[in-house]
């Protein structure tokens, strides 16, 4: 069983960052995929990036750039690093976890999720 909590939503202005965190417990997060997926207003959710247990990652065109994912094995934590934020990157942001060993990227592949954190962005 592995448990996540995220931290470091808020409200930014465009061209801003933040850093997103999701601990795990449970689980030594250099053991599971680590994936991260946002949720705007009436809309799916969808993916971000996704790092794997062998630091390979995978992230959607439209953060390609300007988003990194990385973890930090002490702290049992992996972060979601967000640059030059756009307006339309609002939303709710989950992090989630798979056991398994591939760079998944729709949500129903993921067994466990945070609980989500808001990120805002104004214009």
């Known amino acids: 069983q592995v448990q996540l909590v995220e931290s470091g939503g808020g409200l930014v202005q465009a061209g801003g960052s933040l850093r997103l965190s999701c601990t795990a417990s449970?689980?030594?997060?250099?053991?599971?995929?680590i994936g991260w997926f946002r949720q705007a207003p009436g809309k799916e959710r969808e993916f971000v990036g996704v790092?794997?247990?062998?630091?390979?990652?995978l992230y959607v065109d439209s953060v390609k750039g300007r988003f990194t994912i990385y973890r930090d094995n002490a702290k049992n934590t992996a972060y979601l690093q967000m640059n030059n934020l756009k307006p339309e990157d609002t939303a709710v942001y989950y992090c989630?976890?798979?056991?398994?060993?591939?760079?998944?990227?729709?949500?129903?592949?993921?067994?466990?999720w945070g609980q989500g954190t808001q990120v805002t962005v104004s214009s």
């Open positions: 449970g689980r030594a997060i250099s053991t599971i995929v």
């Open positions: 989630a976890a798979d056991e398994g060993s591939l760079l998944r990227t729709t949500p129903h592949q993921y067994d466990y």
């Open positions: 790092l794997g247990r062998y630091d390979g990652t």
